[in-house]
């Protein structure tokens, strides 16, 4: 049993690390973008923050292009048929080329309606369209990116997308400091150095797994049965992200009637929300691929085991997620803003994240053990059930208007207390149980 044990952590840890280097790298993306703009004003803060909320918003929307790709790989993989396994990874990246293409350019025409959706001040607004407009064409990369990653970590491989990340990070930093501050092109700078560097990850992904097709034999050329069975796949999917888009978006619009320095200093929180979170899923991403393989070669048991390691594993990483947090919580604002006013009205809200950050990582974990096992009807059904209590306690808390450093406690004590519990609640419920390991594959 001791031996199993530890095998089974190898495993994890083998696929958690890489994961956590290649899942951190988007959320840097916006941190390095925050930083930088930050320190160009308040209003390009806030403005990247509406611009993030959207951008965010779209992507997520399409996430269900990893989510279903690394199961139905895994799946393949685990069943000892590597070169279905490619094919059908590869008719995901079709997928998110098509839908990439349509995005891009039905987004660039909706910048203005989507940010005026959010009521913010003339200035604000400007910077959040710039930001936007340009950033549309990174789309379609992303969301290859997007199934390129959930191919190979299908393939119980998270290194190669790790030194991918990795180069597109320390490229992304280089290439939008000499946008932003050696060009002078401001806020625009910063959304155009972003797509390039994104664009540059596609042809890495490209070359890699184009060897990858040649070594097994898999063809390259899209099948229709293919694409139809990513996109069904992935319907439920999209749907469960709906309902997380809904609580972010809400969330950012309450931030915004608060006022401008609060939506700047929300935006600081939930960037450090997003890098934690992204870093914590480096299990949940372990989960998925491993109880996809499990599944595939028949063995519960296994499934079982997974889960219990990788829960024990995300709970202790939000511990220590949630102490980092709390140290730094008194320089993080100064870092992002250099302001040392709204980093105080900053400080009580990271603190409250800190304090939620165990939460945090037992619903990561638990998203990525249901997606594994193609649960992806129930994550749907729970989405809206978890909105039942988040969208009163939104709706009061804008009722009631606070200010100050309060203003932002409440607001995160609002988000990672009540929706974070309520998905905590949710997920927690299924996997009692024996349904969520008899889906369909």
């Not at 690390?17 to 959320?27: M, Q, R, V």
């Not at 992904?205 to 060897?211: K, Q, S």
């Not at 978006?249 to 609060?262: F, M, S």
């Not at 040392?340 to 409250?352: C, G, K, M, T, Y």
Request: no cysteine.
């Amino acid at each position: 049993m001791v031996t199993a044990r530890r095998s089974l952590d190898r495993d994890i840890l083998r696929l958690a690390f890489p994961a956590l280097g290649s899942l951190i790298a988007e959320p840097l993306f916006l941190a390095v973008d925050a930083a930088m703009v930050g320190h160009l004003g308040i209003d390009e803060l806030a403005g990247l923050g509406i611009a993030s909320a959207v951008l965010t918003t779209i992507v997520g929307l399409m996430v269900f292009l990893a989510y279903s790709t690394t199961p139905a790989v895994a799946r393949r993989f685990g069943a000892g048929d590597v070169r279905a396994a490619v094919s059908v990874g590869i008719d995901g990246m079709w997928l998110a080329l098509g839908i990439g293409a349509v995005l891009a350019v039905a987004g660039t025409f909706a910048v203005p309606a989507l940010v005026a959706a959010f009521s913010p001040d003339a200035a604000v607004a400007g910077h959040a369209e710039a930001y936007l407009g340009i950033s549309m064409w990174g789309l379609p990369a992303m969301l290859i990116v997007f199934a390129a990653t959930g191919l190979l970590r299908g393939l119980q491989n998270t290194i190669v997308p790790l030194w991918i990340a990795g180069a597109g990070f320390t490229l992304n930093a280089g290439v939008n400091w000499l946008l932003i501050y050696g060009l002078g092109w401001g806020v625009a700078g910063s959304a155009a150095g972003t797509v390039l560097v994104q664009w540059g990850m596609v042809g890495a992904y490209v070359v890699v797994i184009g060897r990858l097709a040649r070594r097994h034999r898999a063809t390259i050329r899209p099948h229709r049965e293919g694409l139809g069975g990513s996109a069904r796949s992935g319907g439920w999917m999209f749907l469960r992200t709906v309902s997380l888009r809904v609580a972010t978006l809400g969330t950012v619009w309450v931030a915004t009637d608060l006022g401008t320095r609060e939506l700047a200093g929300w935006q600081v929180v939930f960037t450090i929300f997003s890098t934690t979170a992204f870093a914590l899923d480096a299990l949940a991403i372990a989960a998925q691929a491993l109880v996809g393989k499990a599944l595939g070669e028949r063995d519960p048991r296994q499934v079982r085991a997974v889960l219990g390691r990788t829960v024990l594993w995300g709970v202790w990483g939000g511990v220590a997620a949630g102490v980092v947090i709390a140290a730094l919580s008194g320089v993080i604002g100064v870092v992002f803003t250099g302001d040392a006013e709204v980093a105080a009205d900053i400080q009580p809200a990271l603190l409250v994240l800190a304090v939620s950050q165990p939460i945090g990582a037992f619903v990561f974990v638990l998203d990525g053990v249901l997606m594994g096992a193609n649960d992806a009807r129930y994550l749907a059904i729970a989405g809206g059930l978890n909105l039942l209590p988040y969208l009163p306690a939104l709706i009061a808390l804008a009722w009631l208007s606070p200010s100050g450093p309060g203003a932002l406690a409440w607001l995160s004590a609002t988000y990672y207390g009540v929706y974070m519990l309520a998905r905590g609640v949710t997920l927690g419920a299924r996997i009692r149980g024996r349904a969520w390991m008899e889906q369909a594959a």
